[in-house]
């Protein structure tokens, strides 16, 4: 049975149970569900002196008789910040299964794990059908998040069946993967400190020191710092190979949105430079939906990135040299471009209850290579058209895409275009590398 909350004490310490009970409550109206047993339930820990909100952090308390008690104000702080959260149910990242575990979850630091975590339950449990139906009694919860409920199992060809989360819910769980990561090592570094200058004279002193020091509520944590073009124009298969690469690179911020921690090195394929450290939604909004040898469907993110979003991802883009210097995107973007922005105009559109939607899916395929542009042409398709029609609506000469960008970038985001041009040629490599053609899905760093 819950535990009753007493409204109006925001400054006092409350049980367990009763800040399950609030947290449940308070945000019962938040687009990202929340499950129950937050601060009690694996993979919660409480005893360990913090709690996982969301991205935040909750420290807990051993109050008398040995009872752990959090402080309520800080319940409250977390559902306010995971209550103006905004999710698009549609908006979807692969989360697995995959053959080779994301290097990310191979920290020790970290115990949430998350990734890791639900492959596990959807292994054990077999599959996301059961899990879906609760056939299961005990909760589903990560970091407070109910993610059973919102968690998309899609099949490809046919065969091999993938599971995909809202990217809103997977960039909390990253938020709170890192900020445990940092509240760990704080908590080891004050031990650390303590043990050290001034080492207790007495067991039970020293247990209590302990004790003081894992569960202060107001414990540091070290936010990311921002990103300023310390790695612009190293080569990634270089600097991939630097020891300390990856915790260097956990210290920024994502380079595009600003906000959640790095996890990936994003680079260019086509010339091997380095972009910018990026947080794993970023990289996979960046990723083409489907990516086959000469071959890309073109899906609904890039609205974000030709439209919405558009001088911060040109000039990410814009980072490696070689797409830089000549005033083009790698190969599969400029193809998504050229489908979604130069040929906008002849996308048919069907009459529906809402009013006339643009036709089908569409798909850019190419022949040829952009090391040969004269022999490189790109054929703009639409796919699943309601009437069963499947047209091609233009074939344009990748010459031709590549100075419709140009014109385009130079009226969009004229700062880029300015940074850009034929003068920035100097310590190119002769010969840049050809698109590489992911047709597994597994890679979450593909260009």
Same mark, same amino acid.
């Given at each position: 049975?819950?535990?009753?909350?007493?409204?109006?004490?925001? &400054?006092?310490?409350?049980?367990?149970?009763?800040?399950?009970?609030?947290?449940?409550?308070?945000?019962?109206?938040?687009?990202?569900?929340?499950?129950?047993?937050?601060?009690?339930?694996?993979? *919660?820990?409480?005893?360990?002196?913090?709690?996982?909100?969301?991205?935040?952090?909750?420290?807990?308390?051993?109050?008398?008789?040995?009872?752990?008690?959090?402080?309520?104000?800080?319940?409250?702080?977390?559902?306010a910040e995971l209550n103006a959260v905004g999710?698009?149910?549609?908006?979807?990242?692969?989360?697995?299964?995959?053959?080779?575990?994301?290097?990310?979850?191979?920290?020790?630091?970290?115990?949430?794990?998350?990734?890791?975590?639900?492959?596990?339950?959807?292994?054990?449990?077999?599959?996301?059908?059961?899990?879906?139906?609760?056939?299961?009694?005990?909760?589903?919860?990560?970091?407070?998040?109910?993610?059973?409920?919102?968690?998309?199992?899609?099949?490809? #060809?046919?065969?091999?069946?993938?599971?995909?989360?809202?990217?809103?819910?997977?960039?909390?769980? #990253?938020?709170?993967?890192?900020?445990?990561?940092?509240?760990?090592?704080?908590?080891?570094?004050?031990?650390?400190?303590?043990?050290?200058?001034?080492?207790?004279?007495?067991?039970?002193?020293?247990?209590?020191?302990?004790?003081?020091?894992?569960?202060?509520?107001?414990?540091?944590?070290?936010?990311?710092?921002?990103?300023?073009?310390?790695?612009?124009?190293?080569?990634?298969?270089?600097?991939?190979?630097?020891?300390?690469?990856?915790?260097?690179?956990?210290?920024?911020?994502?380079?595009?949105?600003?906000?959640?921690?790095?996890?990936?090195? &994003?680079? !260019? +394929?086509?010339?091997?430079?380095?972009?910018?450290?990026?947080?794993?939604? !970023?990289?996979?909004?960046?990723?083409?939906d489907h990516l086959y040898s000469n071959d890309?469907?073109?899906?609904?993110?890039?609205?974000?990135?030709?439209?919405? #979003?558009?001088?911060? %991802?040109?000039? +990410?883009?814009?980072?490696?040299?070689?797409?830089?210097?000549?005033?083009?995107?790698?190969?599969?973007?400029?193809?998504?471009?050229?489908?979604?922005?130069?040929?906008?105009?002849?996308?048919?559109?069907?009459?529906?209850?809402?009013?006339?939607?643009?036709?089908?899916?569409?798909?850019?395929?190419?022949?040829?290579?952009?090391? *040969?542009?004269?022999?490189?042409?790109?054929?703009?398709?639409? &796919?699943?058209?309601?009437?069963?029609?499947?047209?091609?609506?233009?074939?344009?000469?990748?010459?031709?895409?590549?100075?419709?960008?140009?014109? %385009?970038?130079?009226?969009?985001?004229?700062?880029?275009?300015?940074?850009?041009?034929?003068?920035?040629?100097?310590?190119?490599?002769?010969?840049?590398?050809?698109?590489?053609?992911?047709?597994?899905?597994?890679?979450?760093?593909?260009?």
């Amino acid at each position: 049975m819950s535990e009753r909350v007493i409204p109006g004490r925001t &400054d006092g310490l409350i049980t367990l149970g009763a800040a399950d009970a609030l947290w449940v409550d308070v945000t019962a109206d938040s687009a990202v569900p929340t499950a129950s047993g937050a601060f009690t339930r694996s993979p *919660a820990h409480a005893r360990a002196g913090y709690v996982l909100l969301g991205g935040h952090v909750v420290a807990t308390v051993r109050a008398s008789g040995g009872q752990w008690r959090v402080p309520e104000l800080e319940v409250r702080r977390a559902a306010a910040e995971l209550n103006a959260v905004g999710m698009d149910r549609h908006d979807l990242i692969r989360i697995g299964p995959f053959r080779k575990a994301p290097s990310q979850e191979c920290d020790e630091e970290t115990p949430l794990r998350w990734r890791r975590r639900i492959t596990g339950e959807l292994q054990q449990l077999g599959g996301p059908e059961r899990v879906a139906r609760g056939e299961v009694g005990r909760p589903y919860h990560l970091a407070g998040i109910d993610w059973r409920r919102i968690l998309v199992e899609q099949a490809r #060809d046919g065969t091999q069946r993938t599971w995909w989360l809202p990217r809103a819910v997977v960039r909390l769980l #990253d938020a709170a993967e890192h900020t445990e990561t940092q509240w760990v090592r704080a908590a080891r570094t004050r031990q650390a400190g303590a043990s050290v200058t001034e080492p207790p004279s007495h067991p039970r002193q020293a247990r209590e020191a302990d004790d003081r020091q894992t569960t202060s509520p107001g414990g540091p944590t070290v936010s990311p710092r921002p990103y300023n073009g310390e790695l612009e124009g190293q080569l990634y298969s270089v600097l991939s190979r630097k020891p300390g690469t990856s915790r260097r690179m956990a210290g920024w911020a994502c380079a595009v949105c600003r906000t959640a921690p790095a996890a990936v090195l &994003d680079h !260019c +394929h086509e010339h091997g430079y380095v972009r910018a450290p990026v947080c794993q939604s !970023c990289n996979t909004q960046e990723r083409p939906d489907h990516l086959y040898s000469n071959d890309i469907r073109v899906a609904n993110r890039y609205t974000r990135l030709f439209h919405i #979003d558009t001088d911060h %991802w040109l000039r +990410h883009w814009h980072r490696c040299p070689g797409c830089r210097a000549r005033t083009t995107l790698p190969l599969p973007h400029l193809a998504a471009w050229t489908a979604q922005i130069a040929c906008r105009s002849l996308r048919p559109t069907h009459r529906t209850s809402r009013g006339r939607q643009p036709c089908g899916v569409l798909r850019v395929s190419w022949t040829g290579s952009q090391n *040969a542009p004269r022999s490189c042409l790109l054929t703009v398709a639409v &796919d699943f058209c309601p009437s069963g029609e499947h047209r091609v609506l233009a074939r344009v000469p990748y010459r031709e895409a590549a100075e419709r960008f140009g014109l %385009w970038l130079a009226e969009t985001a004229p700062a880029v275009a300015a940074a850009a041009g034929p003068d920035r040629l100097d310590g190119l490599p002769a010969q840049f590398r050809p698109v590489i053609a992911d047709t597994s899905g597994e890679g979450l760093a593909l260009f």
